[in-house]
Protein backbone atom coordinates (compact mmCIF):
# COMPACT_ATOMS: atom_id res chain seq x y z
CA UNK A 1 0.00 0.00 0.00
CA UNK A 2 1.73 3.40 -0.97
CA UNK A 3 1.13 5.29 2.12
CA UNK A 4 2.32 8.95 0.44
CA UNK A 5 -0.06 11.61 0.92
CA UNK A 6 -2.26 13.70 -0.93
CA UNK A 7 -4.40 17.00 -1.12
CA UNK A 8 -7.14 15.35 -2.60
CA UNK A 9 -7.35 11.60 -4.06
CA UNK A 10 -9.37 11.44 -7.69
CA UNK A 11 -11.67 8.26 -7.82
CA UNK A 12 -13.96 7.39 -10.99
CA UNK A 13 -16.35 4.45 -11.29
CA UNK A 14 -19.78 3.36 -12.27
CA UNK A 15 -20.54 1.91 -9.15
CA UNK A 16 -23.02 -0.26 -10.50
CA UNK A 17 -23.97 -1.20 -7.78
CA UNK A 18 -21.02 -0.06 -5.36
CA UNK A 19 -19.75 -3.25 -3.49
CA UNK A 20 -17.01 -4.23 -0.60
CA UNK A 21 -13.86 -3.45 -2.99
CA UNK A 22 -15.71 0.25 -3.68
CA UNK A 23 -15.81 1.18 -0.50
CA UNK A 24 -12.55 -0.58 0.48
CA UNK A 25 -11.03 1.96 -1.73
CA UNK A 26 -12.72 5.01 -0.49
CA UNK A 27 -11.74 4.42 2.35
CA UNK A 28 -7.81 3.85 1.34
CA UNK A 29 -7.87 6.74 -0.65
CA UNK A 30 -10.02 8.74 2.87
CA UNK A 31 -6.59 7.47 4.47
CA UNK A 32 -4.77 9.35 2.38
CA UNK A 33 -6.06 12.25 1.56
CA UNK A 34 -5.77 15.19 3.75
CA UNK A 35 -8.21 17.33 1.93
CA UNK A 36 -10.82 14.84 0.68
CA UNK A 37 -11.64 12.40 -1.61
CA UNK A 38 -13.25 13.73 -5.58
CA UNK A 39 -15.62 10.60 -6.21
CA UNK A 40 -16.84 10.96 -9.84
CA UNK A 41 -19.33 8.60 -10.54
CA UNK A 42 -19.98 7.69 -14.53
CA UNK A 43 -22.43 6.59 -16.85
CA UNK A 44 -24.53 9.56 -14.69
CA UNK A 45 -26.80 10.51 -17.44
CA UNK A 46 -27.35 6.95 -18.89
CA UNK A 47 -30.68 5.42 -19.17
CA UNK A 48 -31.61 2.85 -17.07
CA UNK A 49 -30.36 -0.66 -18.72
CA UNK A 50 -28.78 -3.95 -17.40
CA UNK A 51 -26.04 -2.51 -17.34
CA UNK A 52 -26.59 1.12 -15.88
CA UNK A 53 -29.32 0.24 -13.45
CA UNK A 54 -28.88 2.57 -10.76
CA UNK A 55 -28.99 6.49 -11.52
CA UNK A 56 -26.36 8.73 -10.20
CA UNK A 57 -28.57 10.26 -7.15
CA UNK A 58 -28.95 6.53 -6.19
CA UNK A 59 -25.73 5.18 -6.45
CA UNK A 60 -24.00 8.06 -4.16
CA UNK A 61 -26.62 7.54 -1.56
CA UNK A 62 -26.18 4.20 -1.50
CA UNK A 63 -22.58 5.12 -0.88
CA UNK A 64 -22.76 7.06 1.59
CA UNK A 65 -24.98 4.78 3.25
CA UNK A 66 -22.03 2.44 3.84
CA UNK A 67 -19.93 4.98 5.45
CA UNK A 68 -20.04 6.90 8.51
CA UNK A 69 -21.91 10.05 8.21
CA UNK A 70 -18.29 12.11 10.00
CA UNK A 71 -16.63 11.20 6.67
CA UNK A 72 -19.29 12.86 4.58
CA UNK A 73 -18.19 15.91 4.77
CA UNK A 74 -14.95 15.22 3.34
CA UNK A 75 -17.00 13.04 0.04
CA UNK A 76 -16.86 15.25 -3.05
CA UNK A 77 -19.49 13.67 -5.72
CA UNK A 78 -20.24 15.14 -9.25
CA UNK A 79 -21.63 12.93 -11.70
CA UNK A 80 -19.33 12.08 -15.02
CA UNK A 81 -21.64 11.77 -17.97
CA UNK A 82 -20.61 9.69 -20.95
CA UNK A 83 -18.53 10.85 -24.14
CA UNK A 84 -17.55 7.81 -26.12
CA UNK A 85 -16.62 9.21 -29.43
CA UNK A 86 -14.08 11.69 -27.63
CA UNK A 87 -11.95 10.55 -25.01
CA UNK A 88 -10.16 14.18 -24.78
CA UNK A 89 -13.67 16.59 -24.12
CA UNK A 90 -14.07 13.46 -21.24
CA UNK A 91 -10.58 13.62 -19.72
CA UNK A 92 -11.65 17.67 -19.78
CA UNK A 93 -14.71 16.92 -18.23
CA UNK A 94 -12.88 15.10 -15.77
CA UNK A 95 -10.71 17.79 -14.97
CA UNK A 96 -13.31 20.45 -14.82
CA UNK A 97 -15.66 18.29 -12.33
CA UNK A 98 -12.06 17.97 -9.97
CA UNK A 99 -11.23 21.50 -10.55
CA UNK A 100 -14.33 22.74 -9.13
CA UNK A 101 -13.46 20.91 -5.97
CA UNK A 102 -9.81 21.53 -5.39
CA UNK A 103 -7.13 23.76 -7.25
CA UNK A 104 -5.61 22.71 -10.28
CA UNK A 105 -1.79 22.90 -8.46
CA UNK A 106 -2.60 20.93 -5.84
CA UNK A 107 -1.23 17.86 -4.53
CA UNK A 108 -3.76 15.19 -6.26
CA UNK A 109 -3.99 11.48 -6.84
CA UNK A 110 -5.96 8.80 -8.62
CA UNK A 111 -7.03 6.07 -7.33
CA UNK A 112 -7.78 2.99 -9.33
CA UNK A 113 -7.34 -0.93 -9.86
CA UNK A 114 -5.75 -1.67 -13.35
CA UNK A 115 -7.51 -4.83 -14.22
CA UNK A 116 -7.65 -5.18 -18.16
CA UNK A 117 -8.10 -2.66 -20.89
CA UNK A 118 -10.97 -0.63 -19.49
CA UNK A 119 -8.71 0.93 -16.91
CA UNK A 120 -6.83 2.59 -19.74
CA UNK A 121 -8.76 6.26 -18.35
CA UNK A 122 -6.41 6.04 -15.50
CA UNK A 123 -3.31 7.02 -17.73
CA UNK A 124 -5.14 9.97 -18.98
CA UNK A 125 -4.27 11.83 -15.97
CA UNK A 126 0.01 12.22 -16.13
CA UNK A 127 -0.52 15.58 -13.47
CA UNK A 128 -2.43 13.39 -11.09
CA UNK A 129 -0.13 10.81 -9.54
CA UNK A 130 -1.94 7.42 -9.52
CA UNK A 131 -2.58 5.33 -6.18
CA UNK A 132 -2.74 1.95 -7.59
CA UNK A 133 -4.83 -0.81 -5.72
CA UNK A 134 -4.97 -5.02 -5.91
CA UNK A 135 -7.95 -6.84 -6.94
CA UNK A 136 -9.85 -6.46 -4.03
CA UNK A 137 -11.59 -10.01 -3.03
CA UNK A 138 -12.22 -10.49 -6.79
CA UNK A 139 -15.51 -8.87 -6.58
CA UNK A 140 -16.68 -8.18 -10.22
CA UNK A 141 -20.20 -5.89 -10.49
CA UNK A 142 -21.29 -7.26 -13.65
CA UNK A 143 -21.40 -10.67 -11.50
CA UNK A 144 -23.17 -8.83 -9.51
CA UNK A 145 -25.96 -7.21 -11.44
CA UNK A 146 -26.14 -10.90 -13.76
CA UNK A 147 -27.45 -12.12 -10.27
CA UNK A 148 -29.61 -9.65 -9.88
CA UNK A 149 -31.84 -10.21 -12.59
CA UNK A 150 -31.13 -13.48 -13.41
CA UNK A 151 -34.27 -15.54 -12.80
CA UNK A 152 -34.91 -17.46 -10.12
CA UNK A 153 -31.76 -15.86 -8.64
CA UNK A 154 -30.92 -16.15 -4.81
CA UNK A 155 -29.66 -12.81 -4.39
CA UNK A 156 -28.61 -13.37 -0.54
CA UNK A 157 -26.91 -16.30 -1.49
CA UNK A 158 -25.06 -14.98 -4.92
CA UNK A 159 -24.12 -11.38 -4.18
CA UNK A 160 -25.54 -10.59 -1.02
CA UNK A 161 -22.69 -11.39 0.58
CA UNK A 162 -20.58 -8.65 -2.10
CA UNK A 163 -22.17 -6.00 -0.59
CA UNK A 164 -22.42 -3.50 2.34
CA UNK A 165 -25.29 -4.05 4.32
CA UNK A 166 -26.83 -0.99 3.97
CA UNK A 167 -26.30 -1.47 -0.04
CA UNK A 168 -28.26 -5.02 0.46
CA UNK A 169 -30.95 -3.75 1.78
CA UNK A 170 -31.48 -0.53 -1.01
CA UNK A 171 -31.62 -2.91 -3.30
CA UNK A 172 -34.02 -5.04 -2.09
CA UNK A 173 -36.06 -2.70 -2.03
CA UNK A 174 -35.08 -1.55 -5.52
CA UNK A 175 -36.59 -5.41 -6.53
CA UNK A 176 -39.63 -4.58 -5.54
CA UNK A 177 -40.35 -1.67 -8.09
CA UNK A 178 -41.65 -1.38 -11.62
CA UNK A 179 -37.70 -0.09 -12.52
CA UNK A 180 -36.92 -3.73 -11.91
CA UNK A 181 -39.46 -5.68 -13.50
CA UNK A 182 -38.41 -4.11 -16.76
CA UNK A 183 -34.75 -4.66 -16.52
CA UNK A 184 -35.57 -7.95 -15.73
CA UNK A 185 -37.63 -7.89 -18.99
CA UNK A 186 -34.87 -6.30 -20.86
CA UNK A 187 -32.42 -8.97 -19.05
CA UNK A 188 -34.63 -11.97 -20.72
CA UNK A 189 -34.67 -10.30 -24.14
CA UNK A 190 -30.75 -9.60 -24.42
CA UNK A 191 -29.78 -13.38 -22.96
CA UNK A 192 -32.18 -15.14 -25.89
CA UNK A 193 -31.26 -12.63 -28.81
CA UNK A 194 -27.42 -13.40 -27.37
CA UNK A 195 -28.15 -17.38 -27.35
CA UNK A 196 -29.38 -17.05 -30.92
CA UNK A 197 -26.07 -15.95 -32.08
CA UNK A 198 -23.68 -17.70 -29.59
CA UNK A 199 -22.92 -20.83 -31.30
CA UNK A 200 -21.54 -18.96 -35.15
CA UNK A 201 -17.58 -20.07 -35.13
CA UNK A 202 -17.19 -16.22 -35.65
CA UNK A 203 -17.69 -13.86 -33.67
CA UNK A 204 -20.84 -12.08 -35.05
CA UNK A 205 -20.86 -8.28 -35.56
CA UNK A 206 -23.80 -6.55 -36.50
CA UNK A 207 -24.45 -3.85 -39.23
CA UNK A 208 -27.13 -1.03 -38.39
CA UNK A 209 -28.12 2.20 -40.02
CA UNK A 210 -29.77 5.74 -38.27
CA UNK A 211 -30.58 8.89 -39.61
CA UNK A 212 -30.34 12.26 -37.93
CA UNK A 213 -32.48 14.27 -39.24
CA UNK A 214 -32.74 17.95 -38.85
CA UNK A 215 -35.15 20.71 -39.65
CA UNK A 216 -35.58 24.12 -38.60
CA UNK A 217 -34.14 23.73 -35.20
CA UNK A 218 -35.11 20.43 -34.04
CA UNK A 219 -34.32 16.54 -35.11
CA UNK A 220 -36.78 13.95 -36.15
CA UNK A 221 -36.58 10.78 -32.76
CA UNK A 222 -38.55 7.95 -31.77
CA UNK A 223 -40.14 6.28 -28.94
CA UNK A 224 -39.02 2.48 -29.00
CA UNK A 225 -41.82 0.12 -28.40
CA UNK A 226 -40.22 -3.11 -27.13
CA UNK A 227 -36.81 -4.52 -25.40
CA UNK A 228 -34.09 -3.43 -25.84
CA UNK A 229 -34.73 0.23 -24.26
CA UNK A 230 -38.34 -0.15 -23.95
CA UNK A 231 -39.69 3.36 -23.96
CA UNK A 232 -36.62 4.94 -24.66
CA UNK A 233 -35.87 7.93 -27.43
CA UNK A 234 -33.96 6.86 -30.06
CA UNK A 235 -32.71 7.57 -34.01
CA UNK A 236 -34.94 6.06 -36.67
CA UNK A 237 -32.87 3.21 -37.70
CA UNK A 238 -32.33 -0.52 -38.05
CA UNK A 239 -30.67 -3.31 -39.49
CA UNK A 240 -29.21 -3.38 -43.12
CA UNK A 241 -31.07 -5.78 -45.50
CA UNK A 242 -29.75 -8.98 -47.39
CA UNK A 243 -30.28 -7.26 -50.54
CA UNK A 244 -29.72 -3.48 -49.88
CA UNK A 245 -27.52 -0.79 -49.48
CA UNK A 246 -26.52 1.33 -47.02
CA UNK A 247 -28.13 3.87 -47.77
CA UNK A 248 -31.09 2.40 -48.95
CA UNK A 249 -31.61 0.20 -45.86
CA UNK A 250 -31.03 3.77 -43.74
CA UNK A 251 -34.10 5.96 -45.87
CA UNK A 252 -36.05 2.82 -45.39
CA UNK A 253 -36.11 2.78 -41.98
CA UNK A 254 -37.00 6.34 -41.49
CA UNK A 255 -39.52 6.16 -43.69
CA UNK A 256 -40.83 2.97 -41.76
CA UNK A 257 -40.60 4.06 -38.57
CA UNK A 258 -41.49 7.83 -38.89
CA UNK A 259 -44.05 8.16 -41.73
CA UNK A 260 -42.21 10.97 -42.48
CA UNK A 261 -44.19 12.87 -45.49
CA UNK A 262 -41.26 14.00 -47.63
CA UNK A 263 -40.29 12.00 -50.94
CA UNK A 264 -36.93 9.33 -50.75
CA UNK A 265 -35.66 11.33 -53.48
CA UNK A 266 -35.55 14.48 -50.87
CA UNK A 267 -34.31 12.98 -48.26
CA UNK A 268 -31.04 11.74 -50.10
CA UNK A 269 -30.73 14.88 -51.69
CA UNK A 270 -30.51 16.61 -48.44
CA UNK A 271 -27.38 14.23 -47.05
CA UNK A 272 -25.01 16.14 -45.88
CA UNK A 273 -22.48 13.17 -44.43
CA UNK A 274 -22.69 9.71 -43.37
CA UNK A 275 -20.49 8.76 -40.25
CA UNK A 276 -19.94 5.32 -38.65
CA UNK A 277 -20.08 4.81 -34.88
CA UNK A 278 -18.31 1.69 -33.59
CA UNK A 279 -17.75 1.85 -30.11
CA UNK A 280 -17.27 -2.14 -28.99
CA UNK A 281 -19.35 -1.90 -26.06
CA UNK A 282 -22.19 0.52 -27.64
CA UNK A 283 -25.23 -2.19 -27.86
CA UNK A 284 -25.93 -4.86 -25.48
CA UNK A 285 -27.17 -7.01 -28.12
CA UNK A 286 -23.68 -7.54 -29.18
CA UNK A 287 -21.02 -6.27 -31.08
CA UNK A 288 -22.99 -3.59 -33.67
CA UNK A 289 -21.84 -1.57 -36.07
CA UNK A 290 -23.83 1.87 -36.85
CA UNK A 291 -23.43 4.08 -40.18
CA UNK A 292 -25.47 7.31 -39.65
CA UNK A 293 -27.03 9.67 -42.21
CA UNK A 294 -27.20 13.38 -41.15
CA UNK A 295 -29.85 14.52 -43.27
CA UNK A 296 -30.58 18.73 -42.93
CA UNK A 297 -33.84 19.62 -44.61
CA UNK A 298 -34.05 23.10 -45.50
CA UNK A 299 -35.81 25.15 -43.51
CA UNK A 300 -39.55 25.37 -43.35
CA UNK A 301 -42.77 23.66 -41.69
CA UNK A 302 -41.59 20.60 -40.33
CA UNK A 303 -43.11 17.89 -42.00
CA UNK A 304 -45.74 15.25 -40.59
CA UNK A 305 -44.67 12.13 -38.68
CA UNK A 306 -46.42 9.50 -36.79
CA UNK A 307 -44.65 6.17 -35.33
CA UNK A 308 -44.87 3.01 -37.24
CA UNK A 309 -43.18 -0.62 -37.11
CA UNK A 310 -41.18 -1.14 -33.97
CA UNK A 311 -41.79 2.54 -32.87
CA UNK A 312 -44.88 3.78 -30.92
CA UNK A 313 -44.14 7.75 -31.70
CA UNK A 314 -42.45 9.81 -33.86
CA UNK A 315 -41.97 13.62 -32.76
CA UNK A 316 -39.88 16.68 -33.78
CA UNK A 317 -38.02 17.66 -30.99
CA UNK A 318 -36.47 21.02 -30.32
CA UNK A 319 -32.35 20.56 -30.42
CA UNK A 320 -32.26 23.00 -26.66
CA UNK A 321 -34.76 20.09 -25.91
CA UNK A 322 -32.59 17.29 -26.47
CA UNK A 323 -29.61 18.45 -25.06
CA UNK A 324 -31.84 17.51 -21.80
CA UNK A 325 -32.29 14.51 -22.71
CA UNK A 326 -29.52 12.09 -22.44
CA UNK A 327 -31.06 9.98 -19.56
CA UNK A 328 -34.01 9.55 -22.25
CA UNK A 329 -31.92 8.05 -25.05
CA UNK A 330 -31.46 4.85 -26.27
CA UNK A 331 -27.96 3.48 -26.17
CA UNK A 332 -25.70 6.13 -27.09
CA UNK A 333 -27.62 7.93 -29.44
CA UNK A 334 -27.58 11.20 -27.77
CA UNK A 335 -23.24 11.17 -28.28
CA UNK A 336 -23.75 10.65 -31.83
CA UNK A 337 -25.97 13.32 -32.07
CA UNK A 338 -24.08 15.62 -30.16
CA UNK A 339 -21.22 14.27 -32.28
CA UNK A 340 -22.33 14.20 -35.71
CA UNK A 341 -23.90 17.95 -35.27
CA UNK A 342 -20.86 19.08 -33.67
CA UNK A 343 -19.31 18.39 -37.49
CA UNK A 344 -21.58 20.42 -39.13
Not at 21 to 38: N, P, R, S
Not at 185 to 213: C, Q
Not at 220 to 246: C, I, K, M, Q, Y
Not at 298 to 306: A, F, N, Q, R
Request: one cysteine or more; proline letters at 6%.
Amino acid sequence: MNNKSYSYIVYIGRFQPPHHAHIKIIKQALEQATEGVIILIGSAKQPRTIKNPFTYEERRQMILSSLPEYQHKILHFAPLRDIPYNDQKWASEVQRLANEVSYPNQNHGIIGHSKDESSYYLKMFPQWELVEVGNIEDINATKIRKALFAEESDFDLNIGRNLPTAIHDWIKAFMLTPWYEQLVREYKFISNYRKSWETSPYMVTFVTVDAVVIQSGHVLLVRRRAEPGRGTFALPGGFVGRNESLIEAALRELREETRIKVPAPVLQGNIKCCRVYDHPKRSLRGRTITHVYLIELPSGPLPKVKGGDDADKAKWIPLNTVAQMEDLLFEDHYSIIEDILGKL
